[in-house]
């Protein structure tokens, strides 16, 4: 069993930055693979960036390619997603999202555990 509880969200320009956090509790954090996902009002659930357990691989949508950045601390239980450059599109509300099997994967019905999301509103 795992506890996701996400925090760094927040108010911001177009043009600045955000991180985000997401801290875990139960046993072998390391075990599990951590994405980040977003839903904005109206529109489905988007995954955004996700980060393996077996090597620290990192994938991203295209959207955020070269601004967003998902790493992990193991021995903090969390996972952070640097968000630079952000644009008003970027607005919604991030989950995090873990699973203890398969690839990287961007489709939510592939994960166990959720948080219950911050939002991020960039104003333009």
């Known amino acids: 069993q795992v506890q996701l509880v996400e925090s760094g969200g927040g108010l911001v320009q177009a043009g600045g930055s955000l991180r985000l956090s997401c801290a875990a509790s139960?046993?072998?954090?390391?075990?599990?693979?951590i994405a980040w996902f977003r839903q904005a009002p109206g529109k489905e659930r988007e995954g955004v960036s996700c980060?393996?357990?077996?090597?620290?691989?990192?994938f991203y949508v295209d959207s955020v390619k070269g601004r967003f950045t998902i790493s992990r601390d193991n021995a903090k239980n969390t996972v952070y997603l640097q968000m630079n450059s952000l644009k008003s599109e970027d607005s919604a509300v991030y989950y995090c999202?873990?699973?203890?099997?398969?690839?990287?994967?961007?489709?939510?019905?592939?994960?166990?555990?959720w948080g219950q999301g911050t939002q991020v509103t960039v104003s333009s």
């Open positions: 980060i393996s357990s077996s090597d620290d691989s990192t």
């Open positions: 999202a873990a699973e203890a099997l398969g690839p990287c994967s961007f489709d939510g019905y592939e994960y166990d555990y």
């Open positions: 139960g046993r072998r954090f390391d075990h599990y693979i």
